[in-house]
């Protein structure tokens, strides 16, 4: 299952960004994007696309359910 969550920016170059959820770190294409993204701002990524930025208040504690969800479930935690 794939889910969109909330990544903070820490690097971009062009048109990619590093993005980090917790300890995990991925690529995440700014294409989609409707305006320009800045490092330590925080998107909303699904299937490896960031889709739209969101308050970085709102993200925390959209990650903070994920992971009290996660603990509820078979499924390892998020980081």
Not at 58 to 71: D, F, I
């Amino acid at each position: 299952m794939c889910l969109a969550i909330p990544a903070e920016i820490i690097e971009i170059h062009d048109e990619m960004a590093t993005v980090r959820v917790g300890e995990a770190v991925r690529k995440a294409s700014l294409m989609l994007l409707p305006e320009p993204a800045e490092l330590g701002e925080f998107v909303i990524v699904h299937a490896g696309f960031a889709l739209h930025k969101v308050d970085p208040g709102e993200a925390m504690e959209s990650l903070k359910l994920l992971r009290e969800l996660a603990a509820l479930s078979d499924e390892p935690p998020i980081d």
